[in-house]
């Protein structure tokens, strides 16, 4: 195999949604990124093929606690008996007891939605959780991790650069791309969900990556990108607009499920401009797909509008 990072596509509601990497040095690998439980047994697999058996895995890793990043921690954790899982501070708490982050997102899906898009989520043990600290780097055969923190998408957020493919791994901190969006020039946006978006912060992130000198972004959603002036530009107008927006719907006066709504449909014409620039063709994949995010990124920016109007009272 490689030692160049392997890209595992892993069927996250449509092919080219979510991504996991595989990485390997001699006979050892490391996971960043798991997606569901759903997804462990596509991540197996992919080890198989690079003639790799769970044990050998060393580490995975996960840029944040959000479902579609870490979900599948516990179950491949059992798979993976010596290995070590890599966390920012603040979310290894939820990897060690799920039980709130989980009750939290079944009271949003209900429990349906919520199995069919995550199965179960137990917890682990926390001595084989390793925090890592802003900054700090983490030597593996011939290559470095380097681990920084990134706030904007969420609080517990971190990306990690690889000094071998002098790419970074970015989770959501530098966006979404889907290929499916990509045939007439680059469009990419950033995931404003719930519950801890702050304009600024994502601001400071994506230029945080751009400051690493990177020639790569791996982009959890999805794959790799090369590009990176040019889709950081794009994430920062696209984060003005965003800020702009939140402060609308702050002082717009609209109840909070009217506020929703609301963001939504702006978000929606907003993005919806470009993606005619880009010539996408609106099949049913495609209107999911704009359906979800666009609901997400509404919900988060009307939540911290919702947040920032009860602290100025």
């Not at 197996?44 to 995975?60: C, T």
């Not at 798979?79 to 920012?88: D, E, G, I, K, S």
């Given at each position: ?63 944040h606690v959000h ?9 491949l954790m059992q ?235």
């Open positions: 195999m490689s030692k160049y990072p392997f890209l595992i596509d892993c069927n996250y509601l449509y092919p080219q949604v979510a991504a996991a990497y595989l990485i390997q040095e001699g006979d050892q690998a490391v996971f960043i990124e798991n997606n569901t439980t759903h997804s462990v047994p596509l991540l197996l697999e992919a080890l198989k093929k690079q003639g790799l058996h769970p044990d050998q895995v060393r580490y995975l890793i996960v840029t479902l579609d990043h870490a979900g599948g921690s516990s179950a798979q993976c008996r010596n290995a070590t899982l890599l966390a920012h501070k603040k979310a290894a708490f939820h990897l060690i007891d799920p039980s709130k982050l989980v009750k939290s997102a079944r009271q949003v899906y209900g429990d349906l939605v919520f199995e069919k898009l995550y199965g179960e989520m137990g917890p682990i043990d926390a001595s084989r959780v390793r925090v890592m600290e802003d900054g700090e780097t983490l030597s593996f055969g011939s290559r470095e991790f380097l681990f920084f923190y990134t706030r904007g998408h969420a609080d517990h957020h971190f990306c990690v650069f690889d000094s071998f493919s002098e790419g970074v791994f970015s989770g959501d901190a530098f966006g979404i791309a889907y290929p499916i969006f990509q045939s007439g020039g680059r469009f990419i946006f950033p995931s404003t969900s719930p519950t801890g978006f702050d304009p600024v912060e994502a601001q400071i992130s994506v230029q945080k990556i751009i400051d690493t000198g990177a020639k790569s972004v791996f982009l959890t959603h999805f794959g790799e990108i090369k590009d990176i002036q040019e889709s950081g530009s794009q994430l920062m107008e696209h984060l003005d607009w965003s800020a702009r927006l939140l402060e609308k719907a702050i002082h717009i006066g609209m109840s909070d499920n009217q506020l929703v709504l609301f963001c939504e449909s702006e978000i929606r014409s907003y993005y919806q401009k470009m993606l005619d620039r880009n010539g996408a063709r609106l099949n049913p994949q495609v209107v999911d797909l704009l359906k979800l995010d666009f609901g997400l990124n509404a919900a988060g920016i009307a939540y911290v509008a919702q947040k920032r109007r009860k602290a100025s009272v």
